[in-house]
């Protein structure tokens, strides 16, 4: 069953990434399927664990979402999510840039809902789920603006986030009966492997040795990369690439880094 899916999972991404590309490898992991929608009104939550074991559902290895639940005496009463489709960046205007209309949104929830409080959550693509700066300080900004917050929660693989209202961080091990799960994808099982998967690229020159490792003949290289290293590796035919315009060449780069699940984007040419 594994083997089906990741078969089918890789011709869509072919079927995608027309004009003559090809996958060299792919981070995106073999039994990731997209589930439905999902609700946990109804569900109680009495700790941060509880809603990070809940929260598994809303795992994805391709982009990020965020997501707010609101609670009434430790029960779930209403919940949203917004995503920008984009693998590092669940809401660009929430998340980096917000505003008062977003915060008035949430407002609106909780009242909407009659809470008592409220927690926020978001999925790392990469399998981390340690806080970066940008959670922390929007965590701080929201709790001071929308009273109510109870946690923030940062979900993927088997730990979880956490961040508190003040912005103290945790992470923590999700329980074995989880982890254990055989339904569950795993990012360390990837689509189409490859031995720099995961290899990190922490200055320019680890970018050229890593080209060096992968140009080949008459092509370029479009490396895709999470916190946790390097996610995919396509190929491109310069001729090809040469064909394409400006426009059609930022379509094809967004799609692969969604098919990768990449949040940063290198184009190495010999």
């Known amino acids: 069953m594994a083997t089906k899916r990741a078969e089918n999972a890789l011709d869509k991404i072919k079927k995608t990434l027309r004009n003559g590309i090809k996958i060299i490898g792919n981070g995106l992991p073999v039994d990731f399927t997209k589930t439905g929608a999902v609700s946990l009104i109804g569900k109680q939550v009495g700790n941060i664990e509880e809603l990070a074991v809940l929260a598994q559902v809303y795992r994805n290895p391709a982009f990020e979402t965020f997501r707010v639940f609101t609670v009434k005496q430790g029960k779930i009463v209403g919940q949203t999510a917004v995503s920008s489709r984009v693998p590092g960046y669940s809401a660009v205007t929430i998340r980096n840039r917000p505003n008062e209309k977003d915060y008035d949104y949430i407002r609106e929830l909780i009242k ?86 995961g290899e990190r690229i922490r200055s320019p020159e680890d970018l050229v040795n890593i080209g060096k490792q992968i140009t080949a003949g008459n092509t370029f290289q479009i490396v895709t990369i999470t916190r946790s290293g390097i996610r995919g590796i396509f190929e491109v035919p310069i001729e090809q690439f040469k064909k394409l315009s400006a426009l059609k060449m930022q379509a094809i780069i967004s799609k692969v880094a969604l098919a990768s699940g990449g949040q940063s984007i290198f184009l190495i040419y010999p």
């Not at 979880?160 to 003040?166: A, N, P, Q, V």
Request: hydrophobic letters at 30%.
């Open 112 to 197: 909407d809902t009659d809470a008592d409080g409220y927690y926020i959550l978001h999925n790392h693509p990469s399998g981390s789920p340690d806080p970066s700066t940008a959670d922390i300080r929007f965590t701080r900004n929201l709790a001071s603006k929308v009273p109510g917050l109870i946690h923030h929660v940062v979900i993927n693989q088997t730990h979880f986030g956490s961040i508190s209202s003040t912005g103290e961080t945790l992470v923590d091990d999700l329980p074995k009966r989880i982890t254990n799960d055989k339904g569950r994808y795993d990012v360390n099982n990837p689509l189409v492997p490859h031995d720099l998967l």
